[in-house]
C-alpha cells in the first residue's frame, strides 16, 4: 500500500466542475508506477471505486463515465481526477489509494486497508 493524499474537493452547483489532486505523502513514492485509483464514499453509503489509470490506460465506472476524467502529471508525480458536469449524487468524500489490483465487476479493486483523510465534495444548490 501506498499512502497518498487527496484535496481539491469543495461545494460546488450542480452542472460545476472540481478537480481533485492526488499526491504521494513523500517524495520518494514514485505514483508512476502505481496504478492509482478514485474512491468515493457518499453519507450513508458504502466506499465505492469509481477511476483507476495505469501506466497507459484509464477506466471508470459508468456513475461517472463521460463526466470524470482521471489523468497522470507525470512530471508532477501527481493524479488527478477532473469531474464535470457535477451531480448531487456525486457528493461524496473522495479517496485516492495505490496500488489498485485491478478491475472487477464494480470498479477498481484495492485490497489494502489504508485509507488517507480524504477530501469533501459537496454539490448543491
Known amino acids: 500500500q501506498v499512502h497518498l493524499v487527496e484535496s481539491g474537493g469543495g461545494m460546488v452547483q450542480p452542472g460545476g466542475s472540481l478537480r481533485l489532486a492526488c499526491a504521494a505523502s513523500?517524495?520518494?513514492?514514485?505514483?508512476?508506477?502505481?496504478?492509482v485509483g478514485w474512491f468515493r464514499q457518499a453519507p450513508g453509503k458504502e466506499r465505492e471505486g469509481i477511476s483507476a489509470i495505469t501506466y497507459r490506460a484509464t477506466n471508470h465506472v459508468d456513475s461517472v463515465r463521460g463526466r470524470f476524467t482521471i489523468s497522470r502529471d507525470k512530471a508532477k508525480n501527481m493524479v488527478y481526477l477532473q469531474m464535470d458536469n457535477l451531480e448531487i449524487e456525486d457528493t461524496a468524500v473522495y479517496y485516492c489509494v495505490a496500488p489498485i489490483d485491478g478491475w472487477g465487476s464494480e470498479g477498481p479493486v484495492y485490497a489494502y486497508d489504508y485509507w488517507g483523510q480524504g477530501t469533501q465534495v459537496t454539490v448543491s444548490s
Open positions: 513523500s517524495p520518494e513514492i514514485e505514483l508512476n508506477l502505481y496504478t
